[in-house]
């Protein structure tokens, strides 16, 4: 009523009546639903990976050359909830995989899980996220999100598992960029997975020539001014 114009950031259902401006991060929306957006908003839509909002810490460093994190960590991360506890069986399948591999696993603020307390054989691994740690390491294995893009950035080999079909659609476009591992069969959902499927995609791509292409397939794929951009597009509102 005021003459005031409104963006919104992340909210698929969104319509010309709720706002003026929709930004979408990332490239995991239902295609339909991509598709439904462009036709109401227009160029007023501003969807797909270059409008990544990352954290300050994500793009402050240039990513770590390969030949200094080839002998690295494989780390689980979770930087949100985790309802099904799959970090837990994730590290439980693995461990008995490689266990000689250094293994860390990495825990958001946010995270909701049995790790947060930490069980037994975990307790010394477990550890608060942080993107160096990512920026370090050999592979991360992880359910889809906003670690996965920030792999990305890193140019991290990822191994990626998605509880919904739109995330799993997500991580096929990054697999067939070359730059992440994900179920290749319909759905790959984690509630299908089981423990052989998993280490089979584990020790696939714990192979060095494996990530060694994964790493020099993501470069150049982010820069990092997601964030500028999106200021950008509000400010044209004003």
């Known amino acids: ?62 990513p770590v050359p390969y030949v200094e994190r080839e002998q690295g960590a494989l780390v689980f991360c979770a930087g949100g909830s985790d309802p099904d506890d799959a970090l837990a069986q994730m590290y439980d399948w693995a461990a008995a995989l490689l266990p000689d591999v250094d293994k860390r ?37 992880t359910m889809f999100g906003v670690t996965v893009y920030e792999c990305l950035y890193a140019r991290t080999p990822v191994v990626t598992f998605a509880r919904t079909r739109e995330d799993s659609r997500a991580s096929q476009r990054l697999a067939l960029a070359g730059v992440n591992a994900a179920p290749s069969d319909d759905p790959p959902l984690w509630s299908a997975m089981t423990q052989d499927r998993f280490c089979a995609m584990v020790e696939a791509h714990w192979d060095g020539d494996v990530r060694d292409g994964m790493y020099t397939a993501s470069e150049g794929l982010l820069d990092g001014l997601g964030t500028h951009r999106v200021a950008e597009a509000i400010m044209r509102l004003a």
């Open 105 to 141: 696993v990495l825990l958001g603020v946010h995270y909701r899980g049995t790790l947060r307390e930490g069980m037994d054989t975990l307790r010394r691994s477990v550890e608060r996220f942080t993107t160096d740690a990512l920026r370090t390491a050999a592979l991360v294995v």
């Open 1 to 62: 009523d005021a003459g005031i114009r409104l963006g919104r950031i992340y909210h698929p259902p969104a319509t010309l009546n709720t706002c003026d401006l929709l930004i979408g991060p990332g490239n995991h929306w239902d295609h339909a639903t991509v598709q439904h957006l462009r036709q109401s908003f227009g160029d007023r839509l501003y969807y797909g990976w270059e409008y990544l909002l990352f954290d300050d810490t994500v793009t402050q460093h240039a």
